[in-house]
């Protein structure tokens, strides 16, 4: 052992002070921040600038009464900061460890260097846990690394093309995609939750020895972190502290009819009509893409869409709302270019020619990071689509998409894409909430194709995406759908049937559809759309007519068994409804998951925490979708502390165990709780 003298210990190590209700960590250029933010939790802010950067990103500000109950301590080897039920340690070389109310370790940081507080060398690794390594000429590299107990189970993130619901082991891009939604909050096994509150574009690797966040330029550390007894009580938490949905509105809960794409009104209406005629529920039809004449002019096409103010009030008196799809994309030649050009408006190429998107056209994205961008695509969205009764917008390409993902070579308003781009589909969906909220709508809702924490309060439904039309796809949603419910994105939908690569006269594809469908209906959003085989003439060439057309998507363009099948649903989702709204209310007061993993319910039971085939929706009803081919009989487990109905044969069991069950084409094994009927 050394013989360092204790006196030399704040010489030699950090000091520590308290700041109103902070505890406050110095060394070496180095300010690190603990705070109380929310009942249960804590913020953490660490910097190397010459001031704390403000930015708060996905979180608010927390309610003046939920940290009056904090505590600090400071003594000669350590200080400690306890709001409600956890508490943070800070030794002298700056380590932090976070304990329950208990006293359990939740979590730990990774550190290999320097010396403990008697001076003995702890390891000659090397290894510093908030690692801000500086680019040169720039801000910071920043790696944030913890201990990881290799039993955890790890939940939430956002939505990844895989079909693993348990991300233990996983190493995931912190970066949006087509199909990719990078939300980085996670619920643990071991009782936290953790938001990793930095757009930065990075990574995270979930390891069995050591798990890693990463930003690849950044000016701060910024993460939150909550204890709690239940995953519900720590999705509650997150959700106080980051915002709730608003309540649903009544027709969103139905069901949803598009295709890519209907191309001219008159093609729009007829659907609509067959729809009524048949007496088929249907709550919203969709307006998809290129129905404007250039990308950047957020309008009808008056070629194809002669009269939208008729078209909208028609399908009114039906009891169909109308959605609107809007891209984010401008086009070089279209009549708002120049003007958003500019003003600024536009997102910056930093090398070559300034084009982010080449699809349709040379484009660049408008930027919804800059506050006057998003007022003036609002202005055009409301004059020409709002005010004529539109009321639910389709945010498509929200990432945003570009033809080549070069991160750092793209910038925005509030700084370069690699450092703040996953904020992007966030500012999206704000652009519209703030333009509606202040036209007077109430239960605000716009499909989005990404989202990042925070995105919920917004009123953001997702969808996974342009996805492919398979069993394995559909596995992949499973998974994706309850990991966005975990991540705190309580509404959340999939292309009934897959994005591509179906043909309609495929008996395969048909399986693949029905049981799609039959899932959808247990979706916190039934939506059914795709880009189906053949492709159809062109009704013309000009203006957004030059972008093609799939074939008919609606639940009578198949055999007469869909059919029927799908019928079946519609009408079991429309009988729903009530219990849906009471799901739909629970999520915009409290942040729950409208469908969630068994452990959500039942976190007691020890293999809930271990089941990736089944879930919950809504409290009463368990849902086993079927995801194989040519699958017609399957295993289910009944959760502990329950009894169970098959909804289908009325046949009762007791819980905590697995049963076989029948799965015929056209039935989707769910089984109903203590004596429920939401039906």
Request: charged share 25%; proline share 6%.
């Amino acid at each position: 052992m050394s013989d360092i003298n204790h006196n030399e210990l704040k010489i030699m190590y950090g000091s520590f002070e308290e700041d109103k209700n902070a505890l406050i960590y110095s060394y070496y250029g180095e300010h690190l921040r603990v705070e109380p933010w929310g009942e249960n939790s804590l913020r953490v802010r660490s910097h190397k600038m010459a001031e704390m950067p403000q930015e708060d990103w996905a979180l608010l500000q927390p309610d003046s009464g939920t940290s009056g109950g904090s505590k600090i301590e400071i003594h000669d080897y350590d200080a400690s900061i306890t709001n409600g039920k956890i508490t943070c340690r800070i030794n002298l070389i700056g380590k932090l460890e976070f304990r329950n109310a208990d006293g359990r370790l939740l979590l730990e940081e990774y550190v290999r260097n320097r010396k403990d507080m008697y001076g003995s060398t702890c390891s000659s690794i090397e290894v510093e846990a908030r690692e801000f390594k500086p680019i040169i000429g720039g801000d910071y590299r920043l790696c944030m690394r913890f201990i990881s107990d290799p039993e955890e189970k790890i939940f939430g993130m956002g939505q990844y093309q895989t079909p693993y619901l348990n991300l233990k082991g996983m190493d995931l891009e912190l970066a949006q995609r087509n199909s990719q939604a990078s939300v980085p909050f996670m619920v643990s096994s071991l009782g936290y939750g953790f938001l990793w509150n930095n757009p930065a574009v990075g990574r995270v690797n979930f390891g069995k020895n050591i798990t890693t966040w990463e930003a690849y330029s950044t000016k701060k550390l910024d993460y939150w972190i909550t204890s709690g007894d239940t995953p519900a009580e720590i999705e509650e938490a997150y959700a106080s502290v980051t915002g709730k949905v608003p309540m649903m509105p009544d027709f969103a809960m139905g069901f949803w009819q598009c295709k890519l794409r209907y191309q001219t009104q008159e093609e729009l209406l007829s659907v609509a009509r067959e729809y009524k005629k048949r007496g088929l529920p249907i709550s919203v039809i969709v307006v998809d893409f290129f129905h404007w004449p250039l990308q950047g002019e957020w309008k009808f096409d008056p070629v194809y869409w002669p009269d939208p103010d008729a078209m909208i009030q028609e399908l009114k008196e039906m009891g169909i709302e109308l959605m609107v799809s809007i891209w984010p994309t401008v086009d070089y030649r279209s009549e708002n270019f120049d003007e958003m050009m500019g003003k600024g408006y536009l997102i910056r190429v930093d090398r070559g020619f300034p084009i982010s998107m080449d699809f349709q056209g040379n484009t660049l994205h408008y930027d919804a990071t800059n506050p006057d961008a998003r007022k003036y695509v609002w202005g055009k969205a409301k004059k020409n689509y709002y005010d004529k009764g539109v009321k639910v917008f389709w945010l498509d390409e929200a990432e945003p998409e570009y033809s080549v993902y070069d991160f750092e070579n793209y910038r925005y308003f509030l700084g370069p894409d690699v450092q703040v781009g996953n904020i992007y589909p966030l500012m999206y969906a704000k652009t519209f909430f703030d333009g509606m909220k202040e036209a007077g709508q109430e239960n605000i809702i716009n499909l989005l194709r990404c989202a990042w924490a925070g995105s919920q309060r917004y009123g953001a439904l997702v969808w996974s995406g342009d996805i492919k039309s398979s069993f394995p796809s559909l596995r992949n949603q499973f998974a994706a759908g309850l990991n966005m419910g975990m991540a705190g994105i309580p509404w959340w939908t999939t292309d009934i049937g897959g994005f591509f690569g179906a043909n309609v006269k495929d008996p395969k594809f048909h399986e693949v559809l029905i049981r799609w469908f039959e899932y959808g209906a247990f979706c916190p959003v039934m939506r059914l759309h795709g880009y189906r085989w053949p492709v159809q003439p062109q009704v013309g060439t000009t203006g957004g007519a030059a972008c093609l057309s799939g074939a008919p998507n609606e639940v009578w363009s198949y055999t007469d068994e869909v059919y029927e099948i799908c019928k079946k649903f519609l009408e079991l989702r429309e009988k729903m409804k009530p219990y849906i709204t009471k799901l739909m209310a629970e999520a915009h007061l409290k942040g729950t998951p409208v469908m969630r993993p068994l452990f959500y319910d039942f976190p007691e039971d020890g293999k809930c925490w271990e089941n990736d085939r089944q879930y919950m929706f809504g409290p009463d009803i368990l849902v086993a979708p079927v995801m194989e081919e040519g699958q017609r009989r399957m295993t289910v487990y009944l959760p502990e502390g329950s009894s169970w109905t098959n909804a289908w044969t009325r046949e009762n069991f007791e819980g905590g165990r697995e049963i076989g069950t029948e799965a015929p084409l056209e039935e989707i094994p769910l089984f109903l709780r203590d004596g429920a009927n939401p039906f």
